[in-house]
């Protein structure tokens, strides 16, 4: 079992920057390809990012493409999303989770584990 706690959302400007951080527990992190969605409201979940387990290869959803960095460090059990130029069009609720996979998904079903969100705001 995998649990997945973020952090790092909160109410930021157009145009500005935010950290969002996923800590995992467990021992076997390092085997997990991870990813992040969003969720809007009144609109599906989508995927954001994702990274392999060894942090080689990277996903993006071209809606954040060259804005938006995914990485995770094997030694701290934590994955990141570092979101710059923010639009108010990023505003979701934003999710981490992992696959038993190793390596880079982006289909939701592939991925067991899900944090419990991390809501991000972008004003205008």
């Known amino acids: 079992q995998v649990q997945l706690v973020e952090s790092g959302g909160g109410l930021v400007q157009a145009g500005g920057s935010r950290r969002l951080s996923c800590a995992a527990s467990?021992?076997?992190?390092?085997?997990?390809?991870m990813g992040w969605f969003r969720q809007a409201p009144g609109k599906q979940r989508e995927i954001v990012a994702a990274?392999?387990?060894?942090?080689?290869?990277?996903y993006y959803a071209d809606s954040v493409k060259g804005r938006f960095t995914i990485s995770r460090d094997n030694a701290k059990n934590t994955v990141y999303l570092q979101m710059n130029s923010l639009k108010p069009e990023d505003t979701a609720v934003y999710y981490c989770?992992?696959?038993?996979?190793?390596?880079?998904?982006?289909?939701?079903?592939?991925?067991?584990?899900w944090g419990q969100g991390t809501q991000v705001t972008v004003s205008s």
């Open positions: 990274i392999d387990w060894s942090g080689d290869s990277t």
């Open positions: 467990g021992r076997t992190f390092s085997s997990y390809a």
């Open positions: 989770a992992a696959s038993t996979t190793t390596v880079l998904v982006t289909t939701m079903g592939w991925y067991n584990y």
